[in-house]
Each structure stands twice: as C-alpha cells, then as structure tokens.
C-alpha cells in the first residue's frame, strides 16, 4: 500500500507539472462530448461525466497493471 501511495503521489506531481508548464496540452481534458455545461446569467454549472469516466478507465488500468 505504501508504494501505491508513493507512486499515485508521483504521478500527481507528474500531471500538476505538466499542467503547469504546458497548459495547452490538456486544453481538451473537461470539454469532451457528453461533458454537460448549463450556463445561465446567474451561475454556472458543469457536470464532467465524460471527462470523469475516461480518469476512471486510467486509474482502473493502472491499478491493475501495478497489482500485477
């Protein structure tokens, strides 16, 4: 468990890096089809379903791969 830790906590550090440095290379991530936005005068709301399933699929792969 401590090394799964670890490495998600790199991982992060990895994600945040690029975000930072290269913010244009994650421009699409949150505006996928099926992300569903309601914009009003008042407030906004954004769901990001799509976006959401598709880090479901990553971490889910990554946790098996790493079990192995």
Do not use: C
């Not at 914009?39 to 192995?68: A, G, Q, W």
């Amino acid at each position: 468990m401590g090394r799964f830790l670890v490495l998600a906590g790199l991982i992060l550090i990895i994600i945040g890096i690029i975000w930072q440095w290269a913010p244009g290379l994650l421009h699409w991530f949150g505006r996928l089809p099926g992300d569903i936005r309601i914009e009003t005068e008042r407030s906004r709301i954004y769901i990001p379903v799509v976006s959401m399933l598709l880090v479901s699929i990553v971490l889910t792969l990554l946790v098996n791969i790493l079990k192995r």
